[in-house]
């Protein structure tokens, strides 16, 4: 196969996995991530339970995507803010992220669900941290956070502490509140305390 050749596959491998993925995000919303099977979302986007587990092989795979587009949308903006100080590109990240939680929060509830249902908090990382670090990082080496913080534990602590405020927040919805994001704000308290905590005084 040639090269152009591999790239039309490549395409249409992806745009599969799109359809799949928009149809699962649809499906989770309408009947609920646990009330969802592969074979309804293999139908939904018109392919086979086959081609559907190709891409996902366990539908706890969908909510480990959700995550990382999320975080790309958010990496993709302050990539343009590289002058900016590190603390404020981190402040601006999680912003970008609580807005499109706040945007789809049933969607985000579902998501939620299914990556506590498919033990995601426990056998994987944070999909954050290969985010926070290298801001971190540059903060550091431009002095504007404190030479003393151990950047690792820094972006562990800066995930942590936002997917705990996620959860919480999830729980705080509830009937027509799920659906009105204007009403429940993502706190960013935790956030600005290590933000505090980490940067070089003055």
């Known amino acids: 196969m040639s090269a152009a050749e591999q790239g039309v596959g490549g395409g249409r491998a992806s745009a599969t996995r799109n359809v799949l993925y928009e149809a699962a995000a ?7 991530y646990e009330d969802t099977t592969m ?3 293999a139908e939904r986007a018109g392919t086979s339970r086959r081609t559907a587990f190709n891409h996902f092989p366990a539908k706890g795979d969908i909510p480990m995507l959700w995550t990382r587009r999320m975080a790309d949308v958010a990496v993709d903006v302050i990539t343009g803010s590289a002058g900016d100080p590190a603390p404020e590109r981190i402040r601006a990240y999680f912003r970008l992220i609580s807005e499109l939680v706040e945007a789809e929060p049933e969607l985000t509830r579902q998501m939620m669900l299914g990556w506590t249902a498919a033990t995601g908090p426990i056998r994987y990382e944070s999909q954050l941290l290969a985010d926070l670090t290298p801001l971190l990082r540059d903060g550091q080496a431009r002095g504007e956070i404190r030479p003393t913080v151990d950047v690792a534990e820094a972006a562990r602590t800066l995930s942590d502490t936002y997917m705990g405020v996620i959860f919480r927040w ?3 919805q509830d009937g027509t509140a799920a659906h009105d ?4 704000a993502v706190p ?5 305390l290590i933000l505090t905590a980490i ?4």
């Open 170 to 172: 999830v729980r705080a």
């Open 199 to 202: 940067r070089t005084p003055g």
């Open 26 to 32: 649809a499906l989770f919303v309408e009947r609920g």
């Open 39 to 41: 074979a309804d979302i």
């Open 181 to 184: 994001a204007g009403q429940h």
């Open 188 to 192: 960013h308290g935790g956030i600005e």
